[in-house]
Structures are given as C-alpha cells and as structure tokens.
C-alpha cells in the first residue's frame, strides 16, 4: 500500500522513508525501557500493555485524513506503534529463554522466529486483498489490530510467566537465580564487556539495516522494474509474489540456519552459531547484489536473487538470538535484548529506508518507472555494501564466542548461594562440571 499512500499524503520517495524511521526511533526508545522492566515486574502484564497500546494506534491511524498537513499525525501514530512491537520483541524470547536450554532452546527459537517471514508474509497478502477488497488502502490497518487484541488477553490469561534463570538453575536461590538486582548502568557496563555480544549486535545491526530498507522498498522497485520492462505492472501482482518469496524463504532460512548451527555445534565447532551468522550476512548481501544489477536484464533473474536474499538474512534469527542467550547471565537477558535491538534500529533501518529514498531522489526526481527503477536500485546497492561488513563482524564474534560463554558460567557459580549448594544445568548435562563442553 506504500504507493498509494504517498499518494495520499502527497509524498516524494524521502518523506516516505520517514515513515519506517520514525517508527524504528519509537521502538528503539521503547525497548530500552521494556528490557529495564522485563528484568524486573510482570513480563505478561507488560506485554499485554504493549499489544492494546500496538492494536489503538494501528486502528486510529487509519482514519487520518489526506494531504500532507495531515501526515505528522500519520507520523506520530506510526512512532506510537512502535510501544507495542517493542513489548514483545524485546520480552518473549527471554521468556523462552527461562523455560529451555540447550538444543530446545534452540528448536523454540527457532519456532518463535519462523513467525517472522510467516507473519510478514501474512500481512502482506492480508493487508493487500483487503485493500483492494475495500478500495482504500485504510483497511490494511483494520484486520492486525483485532488479532493483537486476541494474542495480548491470551497473553495476560494463559501464558507462563517462569522465575528469571529458572532453566539454568535447579532451585530458586532468590529471585534473580543468583544475581542481585543491580542498576540500569550497572547493566549496561557489565553486558558492554562481552566482545561477543558487541560484536554480534553490530552485525545485526546490519541485517537491520538491509531488511528494513529492503521491506520498505523492494515492492516499489520491482515493480517499477516490470513496468520498464514489459510496460504494465500491478502492485497486488508484485506484492503477492514478494509475499510468496518472503514466506518459502523466511521459513527456508530460519530452519536452515538453526540446523547448521546446531550440525556445526554437535561436530565440536562450537562457533557454529557465529559461523552461521556470518554466511547469513554473506549470502543475502550477494544476493541482494546481483538482484540489483543483473535483475534489469530479466525479471525472473530478479525474483530468483529476491528469494536468496530472503533466504540469507534470515538464518540469522535463531543463532544470534542464542550467541545472546549463552553469553549474558540470566538477570540481564531482557535488558541485553533491548540494548541490542535498539542499537540495531539506531545504527540500522531507523535511517535506511530514509537514506535509501534521498539517494533515488537526488539521483532523479522523474516519476517515470525507468527513472524510479534506475534510482530505487542504485539507492538499494548501499545494503550488499552493510551485509558485508556485518558478515566481518560475526567472524570476529566466533573468535571470542567460547571465552565469553565461560565468563557468564562463571559469574552464575560465582552467584550462586544457599545451603543446599545448588547446580546449574544445561539440558542434560551440568555446566558446572568444567570438563564439560560448552555448547551442547
């Protein structure tokens, strides 16, 4: 629907970039915040809170009226969205976190990021039938809101709610499984002082920026591609067959990812994940190059590198996801999750799909598809650019990876009180044993 509500708001491709900023600016603010509470109160009742707020603004911001006088309350609407996003992004995967370990850990996880290409992929198809079914592109904000009404009271109803640490400590010792509540900063200093998570959060940084720029932008540019190249084009053509490859691929690369991880892992390379991370950042970076450049020549040629590409950045989820999980001790986790996805945002699609939208302006400001599709293309060639440099980063994460996951086992022996000498357990096998590997 991104066309037609430039056309609404009278926007040129810059001001249209605008509208993911400010959004990612909003959810980067707001998940600092969730992690400080997630760490600390009711992480079902934060959620919850989240999800009604998410549902109200979706809703309302359909109903704001055209002209470009009008689009700073699209605008804050938009921003105010990202409270929502930001409840459970930020808190459900340490949620997961204290439920499992080891390699189901890492199954759920990956079950969890599979909602990611499913659930855009979804509101794709969704949001463009129904916009054509009511001939407005309002009615794509009609249907996600009564569902996230639905998913926040079965939220605040039926899901667990386990004790922080509770998957990796055999009792309850206090509260925070052996660690003392500490301060904000506190936090912030001791997680700064794992190179691993650093370096890990720089390279989905990265992805940040390539996804974002690349779900904003894609569907106008292969778009205006068809149109140059067979001269007719229909966005619900494009966004159906962007929805498609979002879906098969998504889901291809989550499971894929994971299961190299976990291959890798089982046959002692216990880098695995970051390994991982970096062919993912590898792959969809080459992918989304030749895309660009060699698509011109041949639509399906295009399409094909779309799919790799949505392959690629997507084998990222669960690895990185548990580089985190295995090299931050329990209290921290939620705090750590918001500190990396909101320096992901800040360093990463917060300013993409805006720097994305000035490069084609400045390079043309002709509304005419040959014109759009050079100028969109040339504007996307920045991100194979990023891919790559993350790629550099996760290497350089699996060179610190073991070192880093030891020093968090120890801090949780070293935490650990009571009279009955509790252990600390990681699946099967007791990580408190020094002879025993690391990752499992």
């Not at 309002?138 to 079965?154: E, K, N, Q, S």
């Not at 750590?336 to 990463?348: D, N, T, V």
């Not at 598809?369 to 440099?389: D, E, K, T």
Request: proline share 3%.
């Amino acid at each position: 629907v991104l066309p037609d509500i430039k056309k609404a708001f009278e926007l040129d491709n810059t001001l249209a970039g605008l509208i993911q900023t400010v959004f990612v600016i909003s959810y980067l603010i707001c998940a600092v915040i969730y992690g400080f509470l997630g760490d600390r109160y009711n992480r079902n009742v934060l959620m919850f809170v989240g999800l009604i707020i998410w549902a109200f603004v979706t809703f309302a911001s359909s109903f704001v009226a055209n002209g470009r006088q009008h689009f700073w309350l699209f605008l804050v609407l938009r921003a105010c969205s990202g409270v929502g996003e930001a409840s459970y992004g930020i808190i459900a995967p340490t949620i997961i976190a204290d439920l499992f370990t080891g390699r189901k850990r890492s199954l759920v996880l990956t079950i969890y990021y599979l909602a990611v290409p499913c659930g855009g992929a979804l509101g794709l198809f969704v949001g463009t039938f129904v916009a054509m079914a009511a001939k407005t592109w309002r009615a794509a904000f009609w249907v996600a809101p009564g569902l996230a009404v639905l998913t926040a009271i079965t939220c605040i109803l039926f899901n667990e709610n386990p004790p922080r640490g509770s998957a990796e400590v055999d009792n309850t010792v206090t509260d925070w499984h052996g660690f003392q509540a500490t301060g904000w900063i506190t936090d912030i200093k001791e997680i700064l002082k794992t190179p691993t998570y650093v370096l890990s959060s720089l390279g989905y940084a990265c992805q940040f920026f390539t996804l974002g720029a690349l779900a904003f932008w894609i569907v106008s540019t292969i778009y205006y591609l068809q149109v140059s190249l067979t001269g007719h084009a229909t966005l619900a053509q494009i966004g159906l067959y962007f929805g498609i490859i979002l879906l098969v691929g998504g889901i291809a690369g989550v499971l894929t990812g994971a299961a190299a991880a976990t291959y890798l892992k089982k046959n002692k390379i216990l880098q695995g994940d970051a390994i991982v991370c970096a062919i993912s950042m590898a792959v969809s970076g080459i992918s989304l190059y030749l895309c660009l450049t060699l698509g011109r020549l041949n639509l399906i040629v295009a399409w094909a590198f779309v799919f790799m590409t949505c392959f690629g950045i997507f084998m990222i989820g669960t690895p990185v996801a548990d580089i985190l999980l295995y090299t931050i001790p329990p209290a921290r986790r939620s705090t750590a999750e918001a500190f990396q996805i909101a320096m992901g945002h800040l360093i990463g699609d917060s300013s993409s799909s805006y720097i994305v939208g000035a490069i084609a302006d400045s390079i043309t400001t002709n509304e005419g598809s040959v014109a759009q599709s050079y100028a969109l293309r040339f504007g996307l060639l920045v991100c194979p650019f990023v891919c790559i440099l993350g790629c550099g980063f996760h290497l350089f994460a699996s060179l610190t990876l073991l070192k880093d996951q030891e020093r968090m086992l120890q801090q949780i022996r070293e935490n650990l009180t009571g009279p009955e000498n509790q252990q600390v357990e990681n699946d099967d096998t007791e990580i408190a044993n020094e002879n025993t590997p690391l990752l499992t």
